[in-house]
Nanobody, 128 residues
Framework: QVQLAESGGGSVQVGGSLRLSCAATGYTDSSYCMGWFRQAPGKAREGVAAIDADGSITYADSVKGRFTISKDNAKNILYLQMDSLKPEDTAMYLC??????????????????????WGQGIQVTVSS
């Protein structure tokens, strides 16, 4: 079992920055993939960034060059640094853990279906 708790969301103006954190408790072996997803009202949940057990990182095209994912394995915390925020980044942001590696390798680290644990989510609002 993995419990995930997000923090750091809020409201920011266009061009601003926020850093999200996701604290993992329970099964905290660093040998699994973790990622950030987001869901805007009326839209499907989409992958934003993920970091696999081997340290490989994947970003959605929409956030490349603006968002940075990182992980502190000693503290079991996943981060998402978000810079140059845009109104279209407004969404509920969720942290996920994918503890079974074969699906991640087969489908990719931003595939929604490979994640078996989720946090409650935290709101990010970008206003112009």
């Amino acid at each position: 079992q993995v419990q995930l708790a997000e923090s750091g969301g809020g409201s920011v103006q266009v061009g601003g920055s926020l850093r999200l954190s996701c604290a993992a408790t329970g099964y905290t072996d660093s040998s699994y993939c973790m990622g950030w997803f987001r869901q805007a009202p009326g839209k499907a949940r989409e992958g934003v960034a993920a970091i696999d057990a081997d340290g490989s990182i994947t970003y959605a095209d929409s956030v490349k060059g603006r968002f940075t994912i990182s992980k502190d394995n000693a503290k079991n915390i996943l981060y998402l640094q978000m810079d140059s925020l845009k109104p279209e980044d407004t969404a509920m942001y969720l942290c996920g853990a994918a503890t079974f590696s074969p699906p991640v390798k087969a489908l990719g680290a931003l595939h929604l279906g490979v994640y078996n644990y989720w946090g409650q989510g935290i709101q990010v609002t970008v206003s112009s």
